[in-house]
Nanobody, 126 residues
Framework: QVQLVESGGGSVPPGGSLRLSCVAS????????MAWFRQAPGGAREGVAA????????KYTDSVKGRFTISHDKSKNTLYLQMNNLKPEASGLYYC???????????????????WGQGTQVTVSS
């Protein structure tokens, strides 16, 4: 099992930036794909970005392309999400997730992931 702890959330005005971090511990070798998900109040958990640990392949959801950057520091077992030019619709609880082999590309659905962090709140408001 992989344990995940997110940090870095906060409240920013539209156009602001935040950097989320997710520190992994435990059986980190089992992480084939790691991802960030967002969940707005009353909404479903949606994939924002995914990082395939072995290949370095990256996938973003269309709404964040060019503004968000996912990265991974293997030496620190840490996944990051740099979020720039934030918009109010980006508000929500952000979760880090870790999953095993995924044979397709893209962001796997939430059901694929076996380890989740507790979430960090992001609020974008003027």
């Amino acid at each position: 099992q992989v344990q995940l702890v997110e940090s870095g959330g906060g409240s920013v005005p539209p156009g602001g930036s935040l950097r989320l971090s997710c520190v992994a511990s435990g059986y980190t070798y089992a992480s084939y794909v790691m991802a960030w998900f967002r969940q707005a109040p009353g909404g479903a958990r949606e994939g924002v970005a995914a990082f395939y640990v072995t290949s370095g392949y990256i996938k973003y959801t269309d709404s964040v392309k060019g503004r968000f950057t996912i990265s991974h520091d293997k030496s620190k077992n840490t996944l990051y999400l740099q979020m720039n030019n934030l918009k109010p619709e980006a508000s929500g609880l952000y979760y880090c997730a870790s999953g095993s082999v995924w044979v397709s590309d893209g962001i796997p659905p939430p059901s694929h992931f076996t380890s989740w962090g507790q979430g960090t709140q992001v609020t974008v408001s003027s």
